[in-house]
Nanobody
Framework: VQLQAFGGGLVQAGGCLRL?????????????MGWFRQAPGKEREFVGG????????DYVDSVKGRFTISRDNAKNTVYLQMNSLKPEDTAVYYC?????????????????WGQGTLVTVSS
């Protein structure tokens, strides 16, 4: 599976962005998908994930109620809708495919990674 994330950009606090993760490979629908982010000087952190079928999602507490992950297996695409953005959301965002069909947060469970897309939220 090859992944490509895009849709990042500069947005004011309170604004929204939608990130896309396009996947290639026939086995895309077998994997849970995750979004991670890495802010300057910080470790990469799990933002949220979605299970293989799209019926279950999970999020880190700091984005709950603001971010929504969805997927369209027919289009081999995963989405991250980000609303009410805050300056602390500024980071490079990565999509990743898990080795599992269900959601987990450790990065070591994710075996395919996209190249990252930068999200900058200005105050």
């Amino acid at each position: 599976v090859q992944l490509q994330a895009f849709g990042g950009g500069l947005v004011q606090a309170g604004g929204c962005l939608r990130l896309f993760c396009a996947a290639s490979g026939r086995t895309f629908s077998r994997y849970a998908m995750g979004w991670f982010r890495q802010a300057p000087g910080k470790e990469r952190e799990f933002v949220g994930g979605i299970n293989w079928g799209g019926g279950s999602t999970d999020y880190v507490d700091s984005v709950k109620g603001r971010f929504t992950i969805s997927r369209d297996n027919a289009k081999n695409t995963v989405y991250l809708q980000m609303n009410s953005l805050k300056p602390e959301d500024t980071a490079v965002y990565y999509c990743a495919a898990s080795r599992l069909s269900y959601i987990t947060s450790p990065a070591v469970d994710y075996i395919y990674w996209g190249q990252g897309t930068l999200v900058t939220v200005s105050s």
